[in-house]
């Protein structure tokens, strides 16, 4: 298969849309391109937690958790809270709390119409990252709400996955991208504001003064509203 020049640029001026050349529409054809996975990625794969993935969950203090609707619509939410803010209800269950966001409810909304999950988590200092697929539920049971009381203060709802699939994933991805080395950080000032990217997205007509109100709320809330 000749990839070369596979994306170019489309002629048409239609949203400066690609046009993507060479296409791989089947499974023999992308087999053409890699080799056969080995024994160990494919036997590595687990239907329950055991102690390692156990302990990787009591380490991590962030996840990201994929979910679509019946339409196909993907949703992709970060997740972060304490360290070993997974719950882990039995060896094929875990529990997951809603923490107050934006309101939009595109996980929870995606839950309800597909429980077909999928989640990344991650431990700070490690390249290996943990990922399970699952099936998803909403519960507000008393019991589990209370299990993730911090501050004060209980999540709305719990996110309870039945695990499917487990398994280790290789740290290949984090290495390649530097992501826990101090060195390659970026000096947040390098981009502006969260408060005055999303007016300069809505209306970029707003003033300075009217971009710090909405600065001031972003800030107020991250220290307000975490629980």
């Known amino acids: 298969m000749n990839h070369s020049g596979a994306l170019k640029r489309a002629s048409s001026s239609v949203m400066g849309i690609y046009m993507i050349f060479d296409v791989i529409k089947t499974t023999e054809e992308l087999r053409e391109l890699y080799k056969a996975p080995m024994d160990l990625v494919i036997k590595k794969q687990k239907s329950e937690l055991d102690k390692y993935s156990a302990q990787f969950l009591s380490l991590s203090p962030f996840l990201i958790l994929s979910t679509s609707n019946t339409k196909g619509n993907m949703d992709c939410s970060p997740r972060g809270d304490y360290a070993g803010f997974v719950e882990i209800l039995d060896d094929c269950t875990i529990a997951i709390p809603d923490r107050p966001g934006n309101n939009r409810l595109d996980t929870l909304n995606n839950i309800i119409e597909n429980p077909n999950v999928g989640v990344l988590i991650l431990v700070p200092g490690f390249n290996e990252c943990l990922r399970i697929n699952g099936s998803a539920q909403i519960t507000t049971s008393n019991e589990l709400l209370k299990r993730f009381e911090y501050r004060g203060k209980i999540?709305?709802?719990?996110?309870?996955?039945?695990?499917?699939?487990?398994y280790f994933?290789?740290?290949?991805?984090?290495?390649?991208?530097?992501?826990?080395?101090?060195?390659?950080?970026?000096?947040r000032s390098?981009?502006?504001?969260?408060?005055?990217?999303?007016?300069?997205q809505i209306d970029p007509s707003k003033t300075d003064d009217e971009i710090k109100e909405v600065e001031n709320l972003i800030e107020n809330r991250l220290k307000t509203t975490l629980y």
């Open 155 to 166: 999540p709305k709802s719990v996110i309870v996955i039945s695990i499917s699939e487990i």
């Open 169 to 187: 994933h290789c740290g290949k991805a984090i290495t390649r991208s530097n992501l826990w080395k101090d060195e390659f950080n970026v000096d």
């Open 190 to 200: 390098i981009m502006p504001s969260l408060g005055r990217i999303l007016m300069n």
